[in-house]
């Protein structure tokens, strides 16, 4: 359809059908060096589960990272070694599986990102940073919605949307849509842009190599909540979230508050 190449990061990466095997490979020995929870559940549904990781001293709080994959593809088990950085740097890291489409809409989707932060949030005391890759970005940038979150809310201190997924009409324009099933009152009401302006300090972060769609949509979230948009040179939508691995990176201080 019309947008599908514009959302097509893949053939457009060089090597970039090499990433997934990459990323499994790395968070299987992250998970085997590293102790940690796993599987733990906010749901009935088997991938309502989150993997939580704890710092050798006392956690300064608690990172909530969620996955992309357009809501449709991945799960954590590629994504743990993402949890290395802030890790390092004193604080705990959750990273929370869900369910995709189509086998739910992304409307549930969302609704099972606020169980699972309401599930961290009751068993992890202290303050929340939430981070999100793509789908993810989008994701936890909707739990910024009063309408949305819990009473976790004010316990947040810090959002970095990674490669935001923020405006979904576009989507309507790319046969991914056959597995989202959004029509135009839908893709509006899931889109972060359109939400309220949140209170609680918000960076978008973004590759400077990734796709114009991608830039465009970093930017609209920028402009519609008036918050800053690092636009991180020579990174494409694959290796943008790699910084997350290393307690020095500037991202990593984006999360946990520098």
């Known amino acids: 359809m019309e947008l599908d190449d514009d959302y097509a990061n893949e053939p457009h ?8 095997a990459l990323w499994k490979s790395k968070a299987e020995a992250f998970r085997a060096a590293v ?15 989150f993997d939580l990781f704890e710092p050798k001293h006392r956690a300064l709080g608690t990172v909530v990272f969620v996955h992309g994959g357009y809501w449709r593809s991945t799960d954590k088990d590629l994504w743990t ?6 890790l390092a740097r004193g604080w705990r890291v ?20 606020a169980a699972a932060v ?33 009473d976790w809310l004010d316990r947040v201190t810090g959002v970095v949307p990674i490669s935001p997924l923020s405006d979904l009409e576009p989507f309507l324009r790319t046969s991914m849509n056959a597995d989202f099933g959004l029509d135009a009152a839908t893709a509006r009401a899931e889109s972060p842009i359109h939400q309220p302006v949140p ?8 590759g400077g190599a990734e796709r114009p769609a991608f830039l465009d949509q970093a930017r609209w979230l920028g402009q519609a909540w008036n918050c800053p948009v690092v636009i991180d040179a020579g990174r494409h939508h694959f290796d943008i979230i790699a910084g997350l691995e290393d307690a020095g990176s500037k991202l990593t201080d984006a999360v946990v508050g520098g």
């Open 35 to 49: 102790p940690g929870v796993l599987n733990q559940p906010y749901g009935e549904r088997p991938r309502e589960v």
């Open 199 to 206: 209170t609680v300090p918000v960076t978008v972060w973004v």
């Open 13 to 20: 990466i060089p090597g970039g059908d090499g990433f997934a």
């Open 81 to 86: 070694h993402l949890a290395a950085g802030p």
């Open 94 to 113: 959750a990273v929370v599986d869900y369910d995709l489409c189509p086998d739910v809409t992304i409307p549930q989707i969302r609704q099972q990102i």
């Open 118 to 150: 309401n599930a961290i949030a009751a068993r992890c005391p202290g303050p929340l940073r939430l981070a999100g890759h793509s789908a993810g970005g989008h994701l936890v940038a909707q739990m910024l919605d009063p309408q949305v979150a819990g």
